[in-house]
T-cell receptor, first 116, second 115 residues
């Protein structure tokens, strides 16, 4: 079974600075999808960015980018020019196209605080 | 609808009572998932529905948990004889097609508190 590990329970960053959130995963599959979701206090899980494992190019969405290291099974999220609205719990998630329904396997989450 | 909706937003119940949690997926989405998020934890898969196929119930923690999806749309998660360890946020997600590359869209969840 796949596992996802986020080793940083909490992180903080100054407004306008850059922060990187870590995620590692364990899998024997070669084809899969990786996601970062953001969960603000409203509880709504919001997709931040996704990466297909077959793509070598790192995904980028505005201020959010990933560093996908397939051999190392690492998938970190970089947030540039941090804003107060970025404060939330961030979850890394793995999805296999092989398991039933392609359910998501989540890490434990990283609570990000943005200081003004 | 515009997004996944869930009701109630919060539910407080007494130990031993039954509860029903509702999920309205995005219109046209064929697949629906239920997850449970215990305090300070990541999300744990509970059950998956895809079209008219038999649901994947492999994540349900006990036989006190059940779910159904009527008409391929609305889903209800039922917890019988609730226990304090059932206290958690229950999140529902829908996806256009299960098993493909599509993104799962989540509802705001139901926070269940069992006293």
């Amino acid at each position: 079974a796949q596992t996802v590990t986020q080793s940083q329970p909490e992180m903080s960053v100054q407004e306008a600075e850059t922060v990187t959130l870590s995620c590692t995963y364990d899998t024997s599959e070669s084809d899969y999808y990786l996601f970062w979701y953001k969960q603000p206090p409203s509880r709504q899980m919001i997709l931040v960015i996704r990466q297909e494992a077959y793509k070598q190019q790192n995904a980028t969405e505005n201020r959010f980018s990933v560093n996908f290291q397939k051999a190392a099974k690492s998938f970190s999220l970089k947030i540039s020019d941090s804003q107060l609205g970025d404060a939330a719990m961030y979850f890394c998630a793995y999805r296999s196209p092989q398991t039933s329904g392609s359910r998501l396997t989540f890490g434990e989450g990283t609570q990000l605080t943005v200081n003004p | 609808g515009a997004g996944v909706s869930q009701s109630p937003s919060n539910k407080v119940t007494e130990k031993g009572k039954d509860v029903e949690l509702r999920c309205d997926p995005i219109s046209g989405h064929t697949a629906l998932y239920w997850y449970r998020q215990s305090l300070g934890q990541g999300l744990e898969f509970l059950i998956y529905f895809q079209g008219n196929s038999a649901p994947d119930k492999s994540g349900l923690p006990s036989d006190r948990f059940s779910a159904e999806r009527t008409g391929g749309s609305v889903s209800t998660l039922t917890i019988q004889r609730t226990q304090q360890e059932d206290s958690a946020v229950y999140l529902c997600a829908s996806i256009l097609r299960g098993g493909g590359p599509d993104t799962q869209y989540f509802g705001p969840g139901t926070r269940l508190t069992v006293l």
